[in-house]
């Protein structure tokens, strides 16, 4: 079992940025197809962006994109989403998690989560 922890939620205003990381406990993220996914009360658990295995593809949510980038640091085994021209509705607890291919993380099939990390986008 991979553990992942998640960093950088806080509170921003609209309009402003945050980036998420996301650390593997092994040095074998790089195997993995990453996600994150977001939480916002009442609502349920859905994916916003991933990344495949290295030289593979991206998919992001339509509500983010050109918003949020999905990137991944093999050296340091970490994962990041960088989230700019935040809005009120992004706000959410984001999780980061990992899986076999992009698709299959779609579906919400997820091999390890992380236990995420608050966003609050307010004025």
């Known amino acids: 079992q991979v553990q992942l922890v998640e960093s950088g939620g806080g509170l921003v205003q609209p309009g402003g940025s945050l980036r998420l990381s996301c650390t593997a406990s092994?040095?074998?993220?790089?195997?993995?197809?990453v996600g994150w996914f977001r939480q916002a009360p009442g609502l349920e658990r859905h994916i916003v962006a991933a990344l495949s295995q290295p030289g593979g593809g991206f998919y992001y949510r339509d509500s983010v994109k050109g918003r949020f980038t999905i990137s991944r640091d093999n050296d340091r085994n970490t994962a990041f989403l960088q989230m700019d021209n935040l809005k009120p509705e992004d706000t959410a607890v984001y999780y980061c998690?990992?899986?076999?291919?992009?698709?299959?993380?779609?579906?919400?099939?997820?091999?390890?989560w992380g236990k995420g990390t608050l966003v609050t986008v307010s004025s």
């Open positions: 998690a990992i899986g076999q291919q992009i698709d299959r993380l779609r579906r919400g099939d997820v091999a390890d």
């Open positions: 092994e040095g074998t993220l790089k195997y993995w197809a």
